[in-house]
C-alpha cells in the first residue's frame, strides 16, 4: 500500500528503511486512538501503523482492533513523512509500541529488537510464499509475519502506444526508445519517480546480477550493471523523462493525470488507475539489460513485527498469531479492498475473486515468474551507497564504474561488521 498521499514521501526509502534506533527522543501521541483502553506499558496492547493513502485503511485496521476480545488494542495511526524515525525513537521509551509494522531487516534482530516468531508461524509456514518465509529468517528463526505483497511494475497506456506505433519493451535499450517516440509537448514519455531510485534495485536485477550474494558477499559491481546505468543516464538526459511530478513514483496520478505515457508503481493503486482509465492500462517488468539479462519484478510490502523488549510480549504474539495468521478472512480485506496487493499466504492468493481476472491477475503472474524479495541483509547504509551511485552515474555524468567500485567497498566495509 502506498504512503500518505499528502506527503512527498519517498515510499522506497521506507519499504527498505533500517533500524534506526540512534534516532533519540521522546514521540508525541500520533493519529488516533482505537480498542478500548491500554497502552504499551499497561495492561492493553499497543500497535503502530503508518498512514496509508488508500481511503478505508485506518478504518479497517482499527476494525480489525476493536474485534479482538482478549485484550484492548490501542492503534497509533503515525502520518506524515517520517514514520521510521517516529518508530524508531518510541521504541527508545517507556511508551514503546507492543506490536508495529515494518520490514525485516537484520539490525531489528541483532539489536534484540524483535521478538522469534517461528513458534506462531511454523505450523502454517508452508501455507506462506516461500520468499516471504526466506526474507524474514534469520539463523532458522522466523522473525515478523508477512502482511501483504506489493509487486512493483511499469504502468502503460496502450492507446498511447498505438498512437506512436510503439510495442511494448523487452529491453532496457527499447524503453529508451519507446520513451522518446511517446514523448510530446503534453506527455513525458516516461516516469521513474523524482529521483530514479525507486528502480535501482531492479536496474540490478534486470542486469543480471544481485545486491548480495547467497553468503553475503557484494555482488552488483558487474559491467552489466555499468551498462544499464550509462542507458539511464541517456535516458535523463533526453527530455523524455519526467522529473518533477507532483506526488512521487507510489502515487499514479502522474500516469493518470496524463503526465507521462509510462509509470513505475505498485499495483496497490491499480484501482485508482481504473477508475480514471477504465481499461486503457497495460502492464510489464522492469525489463533486461544486455545480453546476460532478464525481466524483473520488485516486491515491496508490509510485516508485522513483536516488540521483544516490551512488557506484553506474550499477549502481543497472541494478537499477531490471532490477526495475522488465524483470522484469513480480515487478511484478504486487507489486501484485496484497499488498492490491490497479494496476500502472502498462498492459500488466499489463489482464492482471492478479485485477483483473478484481467490486470490484477496480470500483476500476480508477472509477480510469480519475474518477482525479487529484498535480501535482510541489504541495509539502508547499503541503499543509501547504492541512492548515491543512481545521483553521480546518473543524474551527474559519474564514470558508472568508479560510482560501483566506491560502493563496493562501502558495503563490504558494512556488511564485515554484520557478519564478520
Given at each position: 500500500?502506498s504512503?500518505s498521499?499528502n506527503?512527498?514521501?519517498d515510499r522506497?526509502?521506507?519499504?527498505?528503511?533500517?533500524?534506526?534506533?540512534?534516532?533519540?527522543?521522546?514521540?508525541?501521541?500520533?493519529?488516533?486512538?482505537?480498542?478500548?483502553?491500554?497502552?504499551?506499558?499497561g495492561d492493553?496492547?499497543?500497535?503502530y501503523?503508518h498512514?496509508?493513502?488508500?481511503?478505508?485503511?485506518?478504518q479497517?485496521?482499527?476494525?480489525y482492533?476493536k474485534a479482538?476480545?482478549?485484550?484492548?488494542?490501542t492503534t497509533?495511526?503515525?502520518?506524515?513523512?517520517?514514520f521510521?524515525?517516529?518508530?524508531f525513537?518510541?521504541?527508545?521509551t517507556?511508551?514503546a509500541p507492543?506490536?508495529?509494522e515494518f520490514?525485516p531487516q537484520i539490525?531489528?534482530?541483532k539489536?534484540?529488537?524483535?521478538a522469534?516468531l517461528?513458534?506462531?508461524?511454523?505450523?502454517?509456514?508452508?501455507?506462506?510464499?516461500?520468499?516471504?518465509?526466506?526474507s524474514?529468517?534469520?539463523?532458522?528463526?522466523?522473525?515478523?509475519?508477512r502482511?501483504?505483497?506489493?509487486?512493483q511494475?511499469?504502468?502503460?497506456?496502450?492507446?498511447?502506444f498505438e498512437?506512436?506505433?510503439?510495442e511494448?519493451?523487452?529491453?532496457?535499450e527499447?524503453?529508451?526508445?519507446?520513451a522518446d517516440k511517446l514523448?510530446?509537448n503534453k506527455?513525458k514519455g516516461?516516469?521513474l519517480?523524482?529521483n530514479?531510485?525507486?528502480?535501482?534495485?531492479?536496474l540490478i536485477?534486470?542486469?543480471?546480477a544481485d545486491?548480495?550474494?547467497?553468503?553475503?558477499?557484494?555482488?552488483?559491481?558487474t559491467?552489466?550493471v555499468?551498462?544499464?546505468?550509462?542507458?539511464?543516464r541517456?535516458?535523463?538526459?533526453?527530455g523524455?523523462l519526467?522529473?518533477?511530478?507532483?506526488a512521487?513514483?507510489?502515487?499514479p496520478?502522474?500516469f493518470?493525470?496524463?503526465?507521462?505515457?509510462?509509470?513505475?508503481?505498485g499495483?496497490?493503486?491499480?484501482?485508482?488507475?481504473?477508475?480514471?482509465?477504465?481499461?486503457?492500462?497495460g502492464i510489464?517488468?522492469?525489463p533486461?539489460?544486455?545480453?546476460?539479462?532478464?525481466?524483473?519484478?520488485?516486491?515491496?510490502?508490509?510485516?508485522?513485527?513483536v516488540n521483544a523488549?516490551?512488557?506484553?510480549?506474550e499477549?502481543?504474539?497472541?494478537?499477531v498469531?490471532?490477526l495475522?495468521i488465524?483470522?484469513?478472512?480480515?487478511?484478504e480485506?486487507?489486501a484485496?479492498?484497499?488498492?490491490?496487493?497479494?496476500?502472502?499466504?498462498?492459500?488466499?492468493?489463489?482464492?482471492a475473486?478479485?485477483?483473478?481476472a484481467g490486470?490484477p491477475a496480470?500483476g500476480v503472474?508477472?509477480?510469480n515468474?519475474?518477482?525479487?524479495?529484498d535480501?535482510?541483509?541489504?541495509t539502508?547504509?547499503?541503499?543509501?551507497?547504492?541512492n548515491?551511485?543512481?545521483?553521480?552515474?546518473?543524474r551527474?555524468n559519474?564514470?558508472p564504474k568508479?560510482?560501483?567500485d566506491a560502493c563496493?567497498?562501502k558495503v563490504?566495509a558494512?556488511?564485515?561488521?554484520l557478519?564478520?
Open positions: 500500500m504512503a498521499s506527503t512527498n514521501w522506497r526509502n521506507v519499504l527498505r528503511a533500517a533500524m534506526g534506533l540512534a534516532a533519540a527522543g521522546g514521540l508525541a501521541a500520533c493519529g488516533s486512538n482505537t480498542g478500548r483502553s491500554g497502552g504499551g506499558s492493553g496492547l499497543v500497535q501503523f498512514a496509508y493513502g488508500e481511503a478505508g485503511v485506518e479497517a485496521v482499527k476494525r482492533a479482538y476480545d482478549k485484550t484492548d488494542v497509533q495511526w503515525i502520518t506524515g513523512s517520517n521510521e524515525q517516529k518508530l525513537a518510541a521504541l527508545l517507556k511508551n507492543d506490536v508495529f520490514h539490525q531489528l534482530i539489536s534484540g529488537q524483535v522469534d517461528t513458534d506462531i508461524i511454523e505450523p502454517v509456514k508452508d501455507d506462506f510464499n516461500a520468499a516471504d518465509i526466506t524474514h529468517t534469520v539463523d532458522g528463526k522466523i522473525y515478523g509475519v502482511m501483504i505483497d506489493d509487486p511494475f511499469f504502468f502503460y497506456r496502450p492507446s498511447l498512437k506512436a506505433k510503439v511494448v519493451p523487452t529491453t532496457l527499447e524503453l529508451i526508445e519507446a514523448t510530446t506527455v516516461a516516469y519517480g523524482n530514479l531510485t525507486p528502480v535501482q534495485h531492479n536485477w534486470s542486469a543480471g545486491t548480495l550474494t547467497a553468503d553475503n558477499k557484494p555482488a552488483f559491481n559491467d552489466g555499468a551498462d544499464g546505468l550509462k542507458q539511464l541517456s535516458l535523463f538526459t533526453s523524455n519526467l522529473l518533477d511530478a507532483p512521487d513514483w507510489w502515487d496520478s502522474a493518470t493525470q496524463g503526465l507521462a505515457a509510462i509509470q513505475w508503481c499495483m496497490w493503486a491499480m484501482p485508482a488507475m481504473q477508475q480514471a482509465l477504465g481499461d486503457d492500462i510489464f517488468p522492469f533486461k539489460v544486455g545480453t546476460a539479462g532478464k525481466d524483473s519484478v520488485y516486491n515491496g510490502g508490509w510485516s508485522m513485527f523488549k516490551g512488557k506484553n510480549v499477549a502481543a504474539k497472541e494478537y498469531k490471532w495475522w488465524d483470522k484469513k478472512e480480515y487478511q480485506d486487507f484485496t479492498s484497499y488498492g490491490f496487493h497479494i496476500p502472502p499466504r498462498t492459500s488466499l492468493a489463489e482464492s475473486s478479485k485477483l483473478k490486470l496480470e503472474k508477472l509477480f515468474e519475474f518477482g525479487h524479495f535480501n535482510i541483509g541489504w539502508q547504509s547499503m541503499i543509501a551507497s547504492f548515491d551511485v543512481m545521483a553521480n552515474a546518473v551527474k559519474g564514470d568508479a560510482q560501483l563496493e567497498k563490504d558494512e556488511l564485515k561488521k557478519f564478520g
